[in-house]
């Protein structure tokens, strides 16, 4: 999805190395995450945050950091690049359901729109 | 047929057949789902997603069944065409609005 872009879109690293992800959104979404794929394990969270001001972990922070640096941007950082870290990375977005409040009251999910990845190779 | 933790199954079908994508779902709070659609080198794209007041939902040539009873959610593609080839992956929420858990996917391959 051109709206959501993600940059570098391939990287080869070495262990050790510092790696920044970056992810941008023209949505105007409010709501941004990090995932990375795995070859049979499906997408796992990283980080996710809800606005500028709020960032929270994953499942799988350990190893990696974030930073929301404004509505539209949000990055990832491998402070240390390890080999198991090579994996395809997704940003993706979403907006609060505009149908109102989920079946428990609360604020429902909606869909996340994902960007187009990035592969990184931690040698 | 794919559950939320298992390993990718595949399902080969001919162009112009009906395809059926399983996804079995463990956790009982969840109330929304989302099937995702990712092609070779593209990130995952939003198909069809149900809230759990709904059994079914249709959209354009898709639709997706939700039994909340047995915890299973399928989705239907009319007509498979090759440009459905790709991996569907099953989501939901846990119950949770900010989380989604993805199931492993199923590589869907459409023979001309």
């Known amino acids: 999805d051109a709206d959501v872009t993600q940059t570098p879109r391939n990287r080869i690293t070495k262990t050790g190395k510092r790696i920044m992800l970056e992810c941008s959104q023209t949505?105007?979404?409010?709501?941004m995450y990090w995932y990375r794929q795995d070859p049979g394990l499906g997408l796992r969270l990283i980080y996710y945050?809800?606005?500028?001001?709020?960032?929270n972990k994953g499942e799988i922070s350990d190893g990696y950091s974030v930073s929301r640096q404004a509505q539209a941007k949000f990055s990832l950082s491998l402070e240390s690049a390890i080999p198991n870290q090579t994996a395809l990375y997704f940003c993706?977005?979403?907006?609060?359901?505009?149908?109102?409040?989920?079946?428990?009251?609360?604020?429902?999910?909606?869909?996340?729109?994902f960007g187009p990845g990035t592969r990184l190779t931690v040698l | 047929g794919e559950s939320v933790g298992l390993h990718l199954p595949t399902l080969s079908v001919q162009e112009g057949d009906n395809s059926i994508i399983n996804c079995a779902y463990s956790?009982?709070?969840?109330?929304?789902f989302i099937w995702y659609k990712q092609e070779s080198g593209k990130g995952p794209q939003f198909i069809i997603d149900?809230?759990?007041?709904?059994d079914k939902r249709q959209g354009q040539r898709v639709t997706v069944l939700l039994n909340k009873t047995v915890k299973h959610l399928s989705l239907q593609i009319a007509a498979t065409q090759p440009g459905d080839s790709a991996v569907y992956f099953c989501?939901?929420?846990?119950?949770?609005?900010?989380?989604?858990?993805f199931g492993k996917g199923t590589l869907l391959t459409v023979n001309p």
């Open positions: 989501a939901e929420n846990g119950g949770s609005n900010y989380k989604l858990t």
């Open positions: 956790n009982s709070a969840s109330d929304y």
């Open positions: 993706a977005t979403s907006d609060i359901y505009q149908g109102g409040r989920g079946t428990s009251g609360r604020v429902a999910l909606d869909e996340q729109f």
């Open positions: 949505k105007g979404h409010d709501r």
């Open positions: 149900i809230r759990s007041n709904m």
């Open positions: 945050s809800f606005d500028v001001k709020d960032i």
